[in-house]
C-alpha cells in the first residue's frame, strides 16, 4: 500500500491551517510590507524541495514553500478584511 498521497494531504492541510494565524499575525505587526519575508522563504523552500534527494521532505518543502508564497496574496487580502472591520487594526501603528 502507498499512503504518500494521504501523507501528502495531511501535510496540506496542516500546513495551510498553520499560516492562517500566521498572516493574520504578521499584517497586525508589520503591514503587508513583509511580503519579500514571504518571497524569500517560498523561494527558499522551493529551490531545497528541488534539492531534496527523498520524496516526502520535497513534497513538504514543496507545500511550504507554495503555502509561504500564496501567503503573499492573503497579506494584501488581510489588509483589506482589516478596513472592512472583519479583523482588529494594530492600535499602536503609525498611519
Known sequence: MNFSGIL?????????GIFHPIVIWAEYY?????????????GICLGLSVCSGREMPSVF?????????????????????????WFPENSNRQK
Open 8 to 16: 501528502t494531504a495531511g501535510i496540506s492541510f496542516l500546513v495551510i
Open 30 to 42: 508589520f503591514t503587508k510590507r513583509c511580503w519579500p519575508v514571504f518571497l524569500a522563504a517560498g
Open 61 to 85: 518543502l514543496g507545500v511550504l514553500g507554495c503555502t509561504f508564497l500564496w501567503s503573499i496574496q492573503e497579506l494584501y487580502e488581510q489588509e483589506e478584511r482589516v478596513k472592512k472591520g
